[in-house]
């Protein structure tokens, strides 16, 4: 509670007290009892202030928080060789990598780990993560596939393109995992094209199937599928095969070895891109 000069008042029970010991009365009127009146304005939702702050206008500059320009994201294009110097890796190369795989295959962790390890920044979207930010009415396929489901995965797919092209227009390498199958190349590989734009990668990571029933038996929640739907995934994502697109069988590496794989596959993608 402020008086007519705008100083601010004390407490009405420190005020009293300090009035009592003989303390001058501030300046001014006595402040009427009850709750402080507020001047007629616009209905404001419950819960917010009656005052809020006001920001001075003008144009922002470096030293004003909370004006950073960041540039839109666009389709993103196909990257420029790396230098001769850099040989077989792209860690100085801001690029977008689509990892597809089966569900066990191990392409998440393999994702999120060759992202740690490298000397640019360098972003990882799930797809199953974003999938799963839809709370309630979330559409499991594993309770059957049907229209809500798949729209939204489509709907992810969506969402993730769109966050690639924003890490990558502000000089971010963003690398996306997801489940695409190449018997369904408009929703899929297509899909994944329009929304990120002709310089993204893809790389299948595509072991065999015992692996990626034991990798799968060591999953758990919504992630976790039965052996059957793990089989029959791992039979469509067999059609890669001939596809044109490089294939990392990751069987018998572990994940620093895969990792280090796919990074010179990538810089063979980059040198020569795959037709897709």
Not at 55 to 67: E, L
Request: glycine content about 12%; some cysteine; charged content about 15%.
């Amino acid at each position: 509670m402020q008086h007519a000069m705008g100083a601010p008042l004390p407490p009405p029970h420190e005020a009293g007290a300090a009035w009592a010991q003989g303390a001058p009365h501030p300046a001014g009127p006595p402040a009427p009892h009850g709750p402080p009146q507020v001047p007629p304005g616009p209905a404001r939702a419950p819960g917010w202030t009656a005052h809020a702050p006001q920001h001075p206008q003008g144009p922002a500059s470096r030293d004003t928080t909370g004006h950073i320009q960041l540039p839109p994201g666009g389709p993103v294009p196909v990257p420029a060789p790396p230098p001769a110097a850099a040989g077989a890796n792209t860690g100085s190369t801001t690029l977008a990598v689509l990892l597809i795989g089966p569900a066990g295959a191990g392409k998440t962790t393999v994702a999120k780990y060759w992202a740690q390890h490298r000397r640019v920044p360098t972003a990882h979207i799930s797809l199953d993560d974003v999938r799963e930010w839809v709370c309630s009415g979330f559409a499991d396929p594993q309770s059957g596939w049907n229209d809500h489901s798949e729209a939204q995965y489509r709907l992810a797919r969506r969402t993730c393109g769109f966050a690639a092209r924003n890490f990558l227009a502000n000089g971010i390498s963003c690398i996306v995992d997801d489940a695409v199958f190449p018997d369904r190349p408009v929703v899929g590989l297509g899909g994944w094209k329009r929304h990120v734009g002709p310089g993204l990668l893809p790389v299948v990571i595509l072991p065999g199937l015992e692996i990626v029933l034991e990798r799968n038996a060591q999953r758990g929640g919504n992630r976790r599928l039965s052996d059957e739907e793990v089989a029959r995934i791992h039979g469509r994502m067999a059609g890669w095969y001939g596809s044109g697109l490089p294939i990392i069988d990751n069987s018998q590496y572990d994940v620093p070895t895969t990792a280090r794989v796919l990074d010179e596959v990538l810089a063979r993608s980059i040198a020569s891109p795959p037709s897709w």
